[in-house]
């Protein structure tokens, strides 16, 4: 009788059919099994969010180095997507009176996390960004939610708290944001200033415990409760009180406005699907009982500007960057190997610049720019022509970059981004061709059916941008490195 083989021996062509049956969750679950089915079984990441037009409650994720769809978890009606990182999905729900309900989701797990209302006059939040791992006690967000302004939230908060608007030139507006290791986010302008938002350390909340009255000599602290049944009631009783306060002010916040408004809606519902364990009645919440925002203070800096002179392209970006900034609309902030990069991309129509000091300079429509920030130089940012065999993905999702040679259905020095004429959808911009180029085709959605890009997502296993920066450099304000200098000398003295 044959000895039996090992499962890490069985031929990468029977992995391959099997994992073509396999969903999302399970396919990721295969390829950690062992080095065998990892090397036999291509990474599902990146793939392209997409959704039907017919079903667009219901998306899938057409993975480019597989070249299939997998199906995911369907998302609340009526959700829009605001930002995507490590598997989670930040979606918006617009209620009545221009209030949004946020949450995040995880489209493999059914997972969802209601966040705190957001109570500002702006109806629209371009962009959200979170923190890696979020839990429904432990998360940390961020967002542009106007031209010029920013907002927080922490786990224990009752509401976002919305900062001061961001200091920026005349006609310059906010662009995009990206979340960085612990709690960095930098945020980047139209123009291509880049500003600092420090958010406060997360909070986790701990179990009640209590010392034994006998004195510390007698033992270490123990729980409240002893039985493992207290300790899990407890544990859910703490969770779904937060979600319960953050539904609470919702709910509060939407029936105001419908009181206010009897007229114009006098038949209007909410309507709106969550996850059994934060589902509670609706009850009118007075504003007394609300409290004060409970977010601890966060600070906004920029990167470049020293005391309270204003940002001037000129004395940041290489001519003849420093005139091309102003007619690249689409700007985005991407992190890779330790090093910050700008993503500029005409996202109008072919334009002939001329130059200040004389000359042109022809823009071509979806032409895209790598910029490349010198901390040490002036100016400061640069064009780079390649990126050393890696690629970046920009977008809502939370930019990410990845080595890309040798990955089955990519491309290494590209830029993946969203949009093209009409119907977004997958392009690739070559850096070495200067063209962009669909990317769609070859990701296995389904042919000829009308269908929308949403973001690009990715699975937390296949991460490699800001959120990993395994012990490289992050960058700081100039007014935080004078700082930092001088604390040091008291030091050495």
């Excluded at 946020?102 to 957001?118: G, V």
């Excluded at 995009?176 to 350390?201: A, F, I, M, N, Q």
């Excluded at 409760?225 to 009631?233: I, V, Y």
């Amino acid at each position: 009788m044959p000895p039996f083989r090992r499962w890490a021996d069985l031929p990468p062509d029977l992995l391959c059919r099997i994992g073509e049956s396999l969903d999302l969750k399970c396919y990721a679950s295969a390829r950690g099994a062992c080095t065998a089915w990892r090397c036999a079984l291509s990474p599902p990441s990146p793939s392209l969010l997409v959704v039907l037009d017919d079903a667009r409650c219901c998306p899938s994720a057409a993975s480019l180095p597989t070249h299939r769809s997998f199906e995911l978890k369907a998302i609340l009606s009526g959700g829009r997507c605001v930002g995507s990182s490590n598997g989670w999905l930040a979606l918006s729900v617009c209620l009545y009176g221009g209030q949004s309900m946020f949450s995040l989701f995880n489209p493999i797990t059914a997972t969802e996390i209601i966040l705190p209302p957001l109570i500002y006059e702006s109806r629209w939040v371009s962009k959200l960004v979170f923190a890696p791992k979020p839990a429904r006690d432990d998360f940390a967000a961020a967002a542009i939610c106007d031209i010029d302004r920013l907002a927080y939230v922490t786990a224990g908060a009752r509401r976002w708290a919305i900062l001061d608007p961001v200091r920026l030139t005349g006609g310059d507006q906010l662009a995009d944001v990206v979340y960085h290791e612990k709690g960095w986010v930098y945020c980047l302008t139209r123009y291509g200033d880049v500003h600092v938002l420090r958010l406060p350390e997360r909070r986790r909340r701990k179990p009640i415990m209590v010392e034994d009255p006998a004195g510390p000599s007698s033992g270490p602290a123990i729980p409240l409760l002893s039985s493992p049944a207290e300790r899990a009631a407890l544990r859910f009783q703490g969770r779904r009180t937060q979600q319960q306060r953050n539904m609470r002010m919702i709910c509060y916040e939407h029936r105001r406005w419908r009181e206010q408004h009897p007229v114009a809606i006098p038949q209007a519902t909410m309507k709106g699907t969550f996850c059994t364990d934060v589902f509670m009645p609706l009850r009118r919440v007075p504003p007394g009982s609300v409290g004060p925002d409970l977010n601890a203070p966060a600070t906004v800096e920029p990167l470049l500007s020293d005391g309270n002179l204003p940002f001037d392209p000129a004395t940041s970006f290489a001519p003849p960057y420093n005139t091309v900034s102003v007619f690249t609309s689409a700007k985005n902030l991407v992190f890779c190997e330790g090093n910050m990069y700008q993503i500029w991309r005409n996202a109008s129509c072919t334009v002939t610049l001329q130059l200040p000091g004389g000359g042109h300079r022809r823009v071509a429509e979806n032409e895209v720019l790598v910029l490349r920030y010198y901390p040490r130089r002036q100016p400061c940012w640069d064009v780079v022509q390649d990126l050393g065999g890696y690629s970046v993905f920009v977008g809502r999702n939370n930019a990410v970059s990845m080595y890309a040679e040798g990955v089955l259905g990519l491309k290494g020095n590209c830029i993946y981004w969203i949009g093209g004429r009409g119907r977004d959808q997958g392009m690739v911009f070559d850096m070495a061709t200067g063209r962009s180029t669909p990317c769609l085709p070859a990701a296995g959605v389904v042919p000829g059916a009308p269908q929308s890009t949403i973001c690009w997502y990715f699975l937390s296993d296949m991460v490699n941008n800001c959120n990993n920066n395994e012990g490289r450099r992050v960058y700081q304000t100039r007014a935080r490195v004078r700082a930092d200098r001088e604390q040091d000398m008291e030091t050495e003295e």
